[in-house]
């Protein structure tokens, strides 16, 4: 294990309480989308990222793209914690007046480096992000993290396209793949199989790791960070709705609030 | 009164779009291109040799193209992705309004084929008659349709130095010119074509406007005496000109290579309705889908000739009484 990782996983723990308590007190969100992109964002924003909370808008930082907007919760719990807002920010999601909107807002929230939530987009403007940086002769890396269910769109597969023929190495993207999507099983609505595979056939560098070991998403990036000349996918397989035992794999929370009795057990499972 | 050219002298928009951006992109190094595999459509090829690093083709792809552009500008660059506008406007239109518009990122869209004239011969999949109408209700972005060849070049250039989403309207390349090379343009405000007089006014933009120029001078030969408005910027409207030219003639003829829904005519009823009360008539295709055909045949035929315009002046003034 890597010495970093007893942090992360504190850091994970942390995150999916402020998940929880947002989506709670929101009475609003999607909490089981949320929960599984946890070890992805926190991996990404407390070990990996080149980002300088104090200048959001610093030209040379890394970017990050939720294109699952429905699970901002878990990016906001960590630009709050790392730094970027204060944390009281934090229960007026989705309140009139709140920085904090329903799906990420990038004028609105300082560190939201990409307005999303309409699925498929994410991998087509970080493209375009990874394009600037090298005309502008910059080494940032762009990291977006997509749904799995969100592969559906025809837009996703028109940017895998480009991107891999413009060799856009500095593009790392993650499927955040729980196997869920709104209506059931992601290949029982949409037949979407074999992820790694179509990215493969379009060119792109692959890998697939657990997407809730901290180890093996460490490594899964270094290794796509040091492939230069064509973009990354790392598929994660993911648990929709990790660490809360109830909401796991429980589709009926892909959105849903929790009443108080199941707010307070989360709450109790997650500070033991 | 604006110097026109009273020929049938023809100029290319496409051209004048495309030089007028290599123009931009030597003063300005953040400006670059988009193409859908369109770089051809849009006359950029001498663009892409002169600036080979800032074009980007994304293939045959509106919607990734424009979410592309919203990735270049975010990180700072000032993209124009320039297809045919029915592609832009309605396959691309969610992109724009919430990849584009509502972050509020700098890219620029220069729509080809406007109109059923800019898209005559390849009939509707090609032409596009609802782009104003559906960008007008998308808040943040701003909408220019110049009139010929030369307001293009001069509205590239203003667009260029202007910081946010503008969508700019233009032609097939076989476009009549219209006004003198000596004119200018100003952004967002309109423009006293002919000053004949108060017995109406005549709200024209694009290459229509040339019709409604002999029109004008057709009419103040008979002895009635018009105001002839282009109005060039769509978005932000230049309002209260508009409220004055309407409160001296209390009667307007809207002329528009558009569906009569949400485009030029709307927007002045607006006016005309909340600060101005006039009598109105709409000229523009009759919410029907025209068809293929050489493109002074489809003015013709769907309603926006010289005749046309004519005689809803005539019946304006008598409705005025």
């Known amino acids: 294990?890597?010495?970093?990782?007893?942090?992360?996983?504190?850091?994970?723990?942390?995150?999916?309480?402020?998940?929880?308590?947002?989506?709670?007190?929101?009475?609003?969100?999607?909490?089981?989308?949320?929960?599984?992109?946890?070890?992805?964002?926190?991996?990404?924003?407390?070990?990996?990222?080149?980002?300088?909370?104090?200048?959001?808008?610093?030209?040379?930082?890394?970017?990050?793209?939720?294109?699952?907007?429905?699970?901002?919760?878990?990016?906001?719990?960590?630009?709050?914690?790392?730094?970027?807002?204060?944390?009281?920010?934090?229960?007026?999601?989705?309140?009139?007046?709140?920085?904090?909107?329903?799906?990420?807002?990038?004028?609105?929230?300082p560190g939201v480096d990409m307005t999303t939530g309409s699925l498929g987009h994410g991998i087509a403007l970080g493209a375009g992000m990874a394009a600037a940086g090298r005309l502008l002769g910059k080494n940032y890396f762009v990291y977006v993290v997509t749904g799995d269910g969100e592969l559906n769109e025809g837009i996703v597969w028109e940017a895998i396209q480009s991107a891999a023929h413009?060799?856009?190495?500095?593009?790392?993207?993650?499927?955040?793949?729980?196997?869920?999507?709104?209506?059931?099983?992601?290949?029982?609505?949409?037949?979407?199989?074999?992820?790694?595979?179509?990215?493969?056939?379009?060119?792109?560098?692959?890998?697939?790791?657990?997407?809730?070991?901290?180890?093996?998403?460490?490594?899964?990036?270094?290794?796509?960070?040091?492939?230069?000349?064509?973009?990354?996918v790392i598929v994660a397989r993911t648990i929709k709705g990790k660490g809360i035992p109830f909401v796991e794999n429980d589709n009926s929370w892909h959105k849903r609030v929790p009443s108080r009795a199941e707010y307070e057990s989360a709450m109790k499972h997650l500070s033991a | 009164m604006a110097r026109t050219i009273p020929t049938d002298t023809m100029a290319s928009t496409r051209d004048a779009f495309a030089t007028a951006l290599i123009e931009a992109a030597a003063a300005d190094p953040r400006i670059c291109l988009l193409s859908a595999d369109s770089l051809k459509a849009a006359r950029?090829?001498?663009?892409?040799?002169?600036?080979?690093?800032?074009?980007?083709?994304?293939?045959?792809?509106?919607?990734?193209?424009v979410a592309f552009a919203a990735g270049l500008a975010s990180a700072g660059l000032k993209p124009f992705f320039c297809t045919y506008g029915c592609f832009i406007t309605m396959r691309a239109c969610e992109q724009i309004r919430t990849f584009v518009a509502y972050p509020g990122l700098d890219v620029k869209f220069v729509?080809?084929?406007?109109?059923?004239?800019?898209?005559?011969?390849?009939?509707?999949?090609?032409?596009?008659?609802?782009?104003?109408?559906?960008?007008?209700?998308?808040?943040?972005?701003?909408?220019?349709?110049?009139?010929?060849?030369?307001?293009?070049?001069?509205?590239?250039?203003?667009?260029?130095?202007?910081?946010?989403?503008?969508?700019?309207?233009?032609?097939?390349?076989?476009?009549?010119?219209?006004?003198?090379?000596?004119?200018?343009?100003?952004?967002?405000?309109?423009?006293?074509?002919r000053e004949y007089g108060t017995d109406a006014a005549i709200f024209a933009n694009g290459p229509v406007l040339k019709r409604a120029i002999v029109a004008a001078d057709k009419l103040a030969e008979q002895g009635i005496k018009t105001t002839l408005v282009e109005v060039h910027t769509i978005k932000p409207l230049d309002v209260d000109a508009i409220v004055e030219v309407l409160s001296r003639t209390?009667?307007?003829?809207?002329?528009?290579?558009?569906?009569?829904?949400?485009?030029?005519?709307?927007?002045?009823?607006?006016?005309?309705?909340e600060r101005a009360p006039a009598r109105l008539i709409r000229l523009g295709l009759r919410d029907v889908f025209p068809e293929s055909g050489e493109a002074e045949q489809l003015f013709d035929h769907f309603g926006f000739g010289v005749q046309h315009i004519c005689d809803a002046v005539r019946r304006l003034i008598m409705l005025k009484g």
Not at chain 2, 174 to 188: A, C, H, L, N, T
Request: overall charge neutral.
């Open chain 1, 1 to 109: 294990m890597r010495p970093e990782v007893p942090m992360l996983i504190e850091t994970a723990r942390t995150l999916r309480r402020d998940i929880f308590t947002m989506i709670y007190q929101a009475g609003d969100g999607h909490p089981g989308a949320s929960l599984s992109v946890v070890e992805l964002v926190t991996a990404l924003y407390f070990k990996v990222m080149r980002i300088d909370p104090a200048r959001p808008d610093w030209p040379d930082r890394d970017r990050f793209i939720l294109s699952k907007g429905h699970g901002c919760p878990a990016w906001y719990a960590a630009l709050a914690r790392r730094g970027f807002f204060p944390l009281d920010w934090l229960p007026t999601l989705r309140k009139l007046g709140s920085p904090l909107q329903g799906h990420p807002d990038m004028k609105k929230t």
């Open chain 1, 166 to 232: 413009m060799r856009l190495g500095r593009l790392i993207v993650f499927v955040d793949h729980n196997g869920w999507q709104s209506c059931g099983r992601v290949e029982q609505v949409s037949g979407l199989r074999d992820i790694a595979g179509r990215f493969a056939a379009f060119g792109w560098h692959t890998q697939e790791i657990d997407g809730h070991d901290f180890d093996q998403i460490l490594s899964a990036i270094e290794v796509a960070q040091a492939e230069r000349d064509r973009p990354s």
């Open chain 2, 44 to 65: 950029a090829t001498a663009f892409a040799e002169k600036f080979p690093d800032r074009v980007f083709e994304v293939g045959i792809c509106e919607q990734a193209a």
């Open chain 2, 111 to 193: 729509g080809l084929n406007g109109g059923i004239y800019g898209g005559e011969r390849e009939g509707v999949t090609h032409m596009v008659f609802e782009d104003i109408g559906i960008l007008r209700a998308v808040p943040g972005i701003e909408i220019v349709v110049p009139a010929d060849a030369g307001q293009t070049r001069k509205a590239t250039l203003a667009i260029a130095n202007r910081r946010g989403p503008v969508y700019l309207r233009i032609g097939s390349g076989r476009d009549p010119v219209i006004f003198d090379e000596s004119v200018g343009f100003e952004f967002g405000k309109l423009r006293l074509v």
């Open chain 2, 250 to 273: 209390g009667a307007a003829v809207t002329v528009e290579d558009h569906n009569i829904y949400g485009g030029l005519g709307s927007a002045i009823a607006e006016v005309i309705a």
